[in-house]
């Protein structure tokens, strides 16, 4: 059984500025999906791990698009692909991609290192500001 390329774009996520603040963040999420069935259970997961990830970044960030593929189909083997894209209005454009057995695990690699993609890419961004 073959999917057909197939997009989703979630309603924007709110994301929450900070432990002490109350300022809500809207990010707007895309999920584009090769040989890859995307039920609810799998949407709500994915906004789910990248509001955990990228929470703390709030309004720096701009959007995110998921990218998720079965390279493989039925053949199996570490064939499940998720690439994460994190647009940085102030910053630039982080790109992640992670291979693994499971497409859950895929993604929780990618997001995770995706957020720390971010979160270097703003700490040079930092740095550069003070230093000059």
């Given at each position: 059984?073959?999917?057909?390329?197939?997009?989703?774009?979630?309603?924007?996520?709110?994301?929450?500025?900070?432990?002490?603040?109350?300022?809500?963040?809207?990010v707007r999420?895309?999920?584009?999906?090769?040989?890859?069935?995307?039920d609810?259970?799998?949407?709500?997961?994915?906004?789910r791990?990248?509001?955990?990830?990228?929470?703390?970044?709030g309004?720096?960030?701009?959007?995110?698009?998921?990218?998720?593929?079965?390279?493989?189909?039925?053949?199996?083997?570490?064939?499940?692909?998720?690439?994460?894209?994190?647009?940085l209005?102030?910053?630039?454009?982080?790109?992640?991609?992670?291979?693994?057995?499971?497409?859950?695990?895929?993604v929780?690699?990618?997001?995770?290192?995706?957020a720390?993609?971010?979160a270097?890419?703003?700490?040079?961004?930092?740095?550069?500001?003070?230093?000059?």
């Amino acid at each position: 059984m073959s999917y057909a390329l197939a997009a989703a774009t979630l309603p924007a996520v709110p994301l929450v500025a900070g432990a002490r603040r109350t300022l809500e963040v809207t990010v707007r999420i895309t999920i584009l999906t090769n040989r890859v069935l995307l039920d609810e259970h799998l949407r709500a997961y994915i906004q789910r791990r990248l509001r955990f990830a990228l929470d703390r970044f709030g309004a720096q960030i701009g959007t995110v698009a998921v990218r998720l593929a079965d390279l493989n189909g039925p053949r199996g083997g570490i064939d499940k692909r998720c690439a994460v894209s994190v647009n940085l209005p102030a910053c630039s454009h982080v790109h992640v991609t992670q291979l693994d057995r499971s497409l859950y695990a895929a993604v929780d690699l990618a997001v995770e290192r995706a957020a720390e993609a971010v979160a270097s890419c703003l700490a040079r961004r930092r740095d550069l500001r003070t230093a000059g």
